[in-house]
């Protein structure tokens, strides 16, 4: 039996936010998003117990880009309302993959860690550790990925990892 177990597959074509609901539950505490969305980057942001996308300040984000056709630069956010850095533009090859931890535990805060890879010919290649938190010990239910005002095609996996 394998340990990764496919909870939801969503596809999307032109939208601007894709809401994944109803992804996380009792039955894990490690989750892996696997995202190929296209040509734009954009935020992760959850939904609460409710389905409402939690918009509050309490987001905690940092981000490294590895350019190798050039230097490396990091970015990091805390008390965000736009979410955690969640995906880059992928306009030729390359995808995300998060993992999040214990988003269904009302006791803890949500962890993200990921990757993030894109090349392309005329950006070359870019590797992007992404971290953050919520910091509001609430349940969460699901998953926002927001554009920024842009328009993504692709699709989302969110699995659940058996630890046991």
């Given at each position: 039996m394998s340990a990764l177990r496919l909870i939801s597959d969503t596809s999307f074509s032109s939208a601007a936010k894709i809401t994944v609901s109803d992804c996380f539950n009792s039955d894990f505490d490690v989750y892996k998003v696997m995202m190929n969305v296209g040509a734009h980057y954009g935020f992760l942001k959850f939904l609460n117990a409710q389905g409402s996308v939690i918009?509050?300040?309490?987001?905690?984000?940092?981000?490294?880009?590895?350019?190798?056709?050039?230097?490396f630069t990091e970015t990091k956010v805390q008390n965000a309302d736009y979410g955690l850095?969640?995906?880059?533009?992928?306009?030729?090859?390359g995808g995300s993959v998060l993992w999040i931890f214990r988003p269904y535990d009302e006791d803890t805060y949500t962890f993200v860690v990921g990757e993030d890879f894109t090349y392309d010919t005329a950006t070359a290649m870019r590797i992007s550790r992404i971290m953050g938190s919520l910091d509001n010990a609430e349940r969460v239910t699901g998953i926002q990925?927001?554009?920024?005002?842009?328009?993504i095609s692709g699709n989302i996996r969110v699995y659940g990892l058996r630890t046991s």
């Amino acid at each position: 039996m394998s340990a990764l177990r496919l909870i939801s597959d969503t596809s999307f074509s032109s939208a601007a936010k894709i809401t994944v609901s109803d992804c996380f539950n009792s039955d894990f505490d490690v989750y892996k998003v696997m995202m190929n969305v296209g040509a734009h980057y954009g935020f992760l942001k959850f939904l609460n117990a409710q389905g409402s996308v939690i918009e509050t300040g309490t987001y905690d984000t940092a981000r490294e880009n590895m350019h190798f056709a050039n230097s490396f630069t990091e970015t990091k956010v805390q008390n965000a309302d736009y979410g955690l850095y969640g995906f880059l533009e992928t306009s030729t090859k390359g995808g995300s993959v998060l993992w999040i931890f214990r988003p269904y535990d009302e006791d803890t805060y949500t962890f993200v860690v990921g990757e993030d890879f894109t090349y392309d010919t005329a950006t070359a290649m870019r590797i992007s550790r992404i971290m953050g938190s919520l910091d509001n010990a609430e349940r969460v239910t699901g998953i926002q990925c927001d554009t920024n005002g842009g328009s993504i095609s692709g699709n989302i996996r969110v699995y659940g990892l058996r630890t046991s």
